[in-house]
C-alpha cells in the first residue's frame, strides 16, 4: 500500500514525511507508532541537545528527560491544538515543562479551554494560513536581528532571566530588554503580515 | 472587554522559556485568560522557541525501541470543567472546589493567601469593598496587581478586569476602588508594604499571613 505519507511493507510501515506537524497529527489520530518513531528520530535527538544546554551537560539527566518529553509528546498528542501553533513550538513546551517539572516547581500554564476566556468575537478562517504558520515562523526567526536572536535563544535554552543574560554577556539590562521588545514587535509583524 | 494594560514583554517571555517566579507566572497565566492578544504573543514565542528547537544540533539517543515497548494509552481531551468561582482557570488550580475561605484584614479588605510550593513572594487574592479609597503607600520592591472583578482608579490610571499594574517604590499610590461592585484582584509583591502616615497602618494587616 501507497499513501502520499507512508508505505507500508508486510508489517513495516515506513513514513515518508519527517514534517513534525503532519508527523504528529498521524500520531494524535490514528495512534500511529510508525508515525512516533519517525517523529522520535527526528525530535528526540534535537530535545536532548536542547537539555543538555539547560541542564549544563548533565547527560544521564538529559536521556533521562528525553524519554520523559517523548513519552508525554505520545500520551499527550491528542491535545495538541495546531489552531493554536506549530507542533515544534508544542514540543518545546512539553520539553520545557519536563525540564520545570525535574525541579518540582508548580507552573501554572495558560488554559485555552478555560470557560472564562475572553475571545475578540469571531475569527475569520484561518485554516489556510495556519498551514503555512511553521513556514511563517521559520521565515520570522531567519530575519531576526542577531542581537535580538542571542537574547530570545539564551533565554529559551539555558533558562537564564534578563538580568542574567545581561550579566553574562556584559550588557545593560535595559539594553537586553530592549533587544527583547524589539524581537516581540518584529515577530508579531512578520506572523501577521504574510497571509 | 479586551484589557487595556498588559504584562510587560519579559514576563511574556520568561513564561514560555519557564524562567518565571510561579507567582508572576500565575499573573502572566491568568491575564491570558482574559487577553486574546497576549495570547497570541505567548503563541508566537512557543512558536519561535520550537523553531529554534528544530535548529538544534543533534545529539545521540537510544531509547527509542524502549519506549516502543511499553506506550501507555493516550489521553483524550476532556469537557473543559466550569469555573468554580468566576476566576481565571490557572486561578482556580489553587483555590480548589470549596467556597472561598476569605481572612478579615480590616473594614472592607479581606484576602485570601494561595500555597505556594517555592515562591518566596507573597501571593494573595484581595477584596476591596466597592467605593472605598485604600489609603496612600509605597512599596519597597514591585507590586504586581490582575484584576479580576470590579476595578479602581490610581495615580497611573484606571485598571478593569483583566488589566495588570505594576507599581514599583519609586512613588507612593493610592487606589480609589470604583462604585457600584467590590474589587477583586491577585497581588503578587516582593516585600511587605510600607504604609505612608498615621491612617495606613492598616495596610500592614494585609502582610501579616
Not at chain 1, 162 to 176: K, R
Request: charged share 20%; glycine share 6%; proline share 7%.
Amino acid at each position: 500500500m501507497v499513501s502520499s505519507q507512508r508505505i507500508t511493507i508486510g508489517h513495516l510501515e515506513v513514513w515518508l514525511s519527517a514534517d513534525p506537524d503532519v508527523l504528529l497529527k498521524a500520531v494524535a489520530a490514528n495512534a500511529d507508532r510508525a508515525a512516533f518513531a519517525q517523529l522520535y528520530a527526528h525530535v528526540a535527538p534535537k530535545i536532548k541537545s536542547f537539555l543538555m544546554r539547560a541542564t549544563r551537560g548533565d547527560v544521564t539527566l538529559s536521556d533521562e528527560l528525553t524519554q520523559e518529553v517523548m513519552l508525554r509528546v505520545w500520551k499527550r498528542a491528542p491535545l495538541f491544538d495546531r489552531s493554536r501553533g506549530t507542533a515544534m513550538g508544542w514540543i518545546y513546551g512539553i520539553a520545557r515543562n519536563a525540564r520545570i517539572d525535574h525541579f518540582r516547581r508548580k507552573r501554572p500554564q495558560v488554559e485555552p479551554t478555560d470557560p472564562m476566556l475572553v475571545d475578540e468575537g469571531p475569527q475569520p478562517d484561518e485554516t489556510a494560513q495556519l498551514h503555512q504558520r511553521a513556514e511563517r515562523v521559520r521565515h520570522a526567526v531567519t530575519t531576526l536581528p542577531e542581537a535580538q536572536a542571542f537574547a530570545l535563544q539564551h533565554a529559551y535554552f539555558e533558562g537564564r532571566t534578563l538580568a542574567e543574560i545581561a550579566t553574562a554577556t556584559d550588557t545593560p539590562l535595559g539594553t537586553v530588554k530592549s533587544r527583547v521588545r524589539l524581537a516581540m514587535v518584529h515577530l508579531r509583524a512578520a506572523l501577521e503580515g504574510q497571509t | 472587554m479586551i484589557p487595556s494594560h498588559h504584562p510587560p514583554d519579559e514576563w511574556l517571555l520568561a513564561h514560555i522559556a519557564g524562567t518565571q517566579s510561579e507567582g508572576v507566572d500565575l499573573l502572566t497565566a491568568s491575564h491570558a485568560s482574559y487577553c486574546p492578544q497576549c495570547r497570541d504573543r505567548l503563541a508566537d514565542l512557543q512558536d519561535v522557541a520550537g523553531q529554534y528547537l528544530s535548529q538544534m544540533p543533534e545529539q545521540n539517543v537510544s531509547g527509542l525501541d524502549a519506549l516502543l515497548a511499553n506506550l501507555p494509552a493516550q489521553e483524550q481531551p476532556q469537557a473543559p470543567r466550569p469555573s468554580r468561582h468566576g476566576f481565571p482557570a490557572p486561578l482556580e488550580r489553587y483555590l480548589g472546589d470549596g467556597d472561598l475561605e476569605w481572612t478579615y484584614v480590616a473594614p472592607g479588605v479581606k484576602k485570601i493567601s494561595l500555597g505556594f510550593s517555592q515562591s518566596e513572594m507573597p501571593v494573595r487574592v484581595i477584596h476591596l469593598a466597592a467605593g472605598m479609597t485604600v489609603p496612600t503607600h509605597n512599596h519597597p520592591g514591585l507590586e504586581r496587581t490582575l484584576v479580576l472583578s470590579g476595578g479602581y482608579d490610581d495615580e497611573s490610571g484606571t485598571f478593569e478586569r483583566g488589566d495588570i499594574a505594576v507599581a514599583d517604590g519609586s512613588q507612593p499610590h493610592h487606589q480609589r476602588i470604583h462604585k457600584g461592585a467590590p474589587c477583586i484582584s491577585l497581588v503578587v509583591a516582593d516585600h511587605p508594604i510600607t504604609p505612608v502616615g498615621i491612617k495606613s497602618t492598616v495596610l500592614s494587616w494585609f502582610f501579616e499571613s
